[in-house]
């Protein structure tokens, strides 16, 4: 088992940036991808960005593209998203997610393992 816990969401105003992170604890894992979807009132759970467990390779979503920044810390089994500046349209519920494995990480059914998520409100 494998358990997430986010932290870091608030309320920011439109153009400002916000940290969010994503702890890992549970079973000892190699490979790995982790992940950050959103799911805004009234809308399905989408992809936001991903990371591997090197570093080497993440992806994000065209919204979030040159805004957003996927970063981990192997060593205290962390992923960050340094979100910078925010839109109106980024409120929502941020979840982390881990992938055990390889792979790129950008649909909800890769995922094994998801957090509970923390709420991201920009306000104007």
């Known amino acids: 088992q494998v358990q997430l816990v986010e932290s870091g969401g608030g309320l920011v105003q439109a153009g400002g940036s916000l940290r969010v992170s994503c702890a890992a604890s549970g079973r000892a894992f190699s490979s790995y991808v982790m992940g950050w979807f959103r799911q805004a009132p009234g809308k399905e759970r989408e992809f936001v960005a991903a990371?591997?467990?090197?570093?080497?390779?993440?992806y994000y979503a065209d919204s979030v593209k040159g805004r957003f920044t996927i970063s981990r810390d192997s060593i205290k089994n962390t992923v960050y998203l340094q979100m910078n500046s925010l839109k109106l349209e980024d409120t929502a519920v941020y979840y982390c997610?881990?992938?055990?494995?390889?792979?790129?990480?950008?649909?909800?059914?890769?995922?094994?393992?998801w957090g509970q998520g923390t709420q991201v409100t920009v306000s104007s």
């Open positions: 997610a881990v992938r055990l494995g390889v792979g790129r990480g950008i649909r909800e059914s890769e995922y094994d393992y």
């Open positions: 990371i591997n467990w090197s570093g080497a390779s993440t």
